[in-house]
Every structure is written in C-alpha cells, then in structure tokens.
C-alpha cells in the first residue's frame, strides 16, 4: 500500500528535477543577459551629458546641445540642424575623437 505512495513522489520529484533545470537554464542563458543590458542602458541615458556625440534609434548622429527632463536637443551636422529627440531614443554614444 504504502509502495504505490513512495512512486508516486519518485515520478513527480523524477519530472521535476529536469523542469527546473530547464528553467534555471532559460534564465541565466535569456534574462539575466537582458536584465543586465537594459541596465547598462539605463545608465548610459542617466549619464548623457551635453557634448556627447550620439547615435539614435533612427540612425541620426548628432552632438547633445542641451537636456531637460527626457528631453534632448541634437546638433545635426552638415548644416547644423537642431532636434527635438525624446532621451529613450539614444541607441549609444560614441567615444570622443582624439
């Protein structure tokens, strides 16, 4: 009587093991990465500074004239255009020219 309970528990800890490792692994192979690149994001746009020269979602490249609250301003070269760009839209800054 008491045999049929044991193998119960035994065929649910036995599909349990392989379910939580599959799970462990998703995680540190798909959201730790994520998690950790939209920090690295996050503080990439907290410590945007004027005079940075920026790559945005869309592709624009342009030099940070001013920032106000999630609003930036751009320097678009060749005739130096100003724009309005919400500060999420920064895809990356490029290191300064030496």
């Known amino acids: 009587m008491f045999q049929g309970a044991d193998g119960a528990m035994g ?3 036995s599909f349990m093991i392989p379910l939580l490792t599959m799970v462990a692994i998703f ?3 798909v959201f730790a990465p994520m998690q950790r690149q939209r920090k690295r994001q996050q ?3 907290d410590n ?3 005079g940075d020269r920026v790559v945005t979602t869309g592709g ?3 030099t940070v004239v001013s920032i ?3 609003i930036l301003h751009l320097r678009v070269p060749p005739q130096d255009v100003r724009l309005e760009i919400v500060r999420s839209a920064v895809a ?3 290191p300064p020219e030496k």
């Open 68 to 70: 106000k609250e999630g």
């Open 27 to 29: 995680y540190v192979l």
């Open 11 to 13: 065929g649910a800890l």
């Open 92 to 94: 990356s800054v490029e």
């Open 48 to 50: 945007l500074k004027t």
């Open 60 to 62: 624009l490249r342009g």
């Open 43 to 45: 503080q990439m746009l």
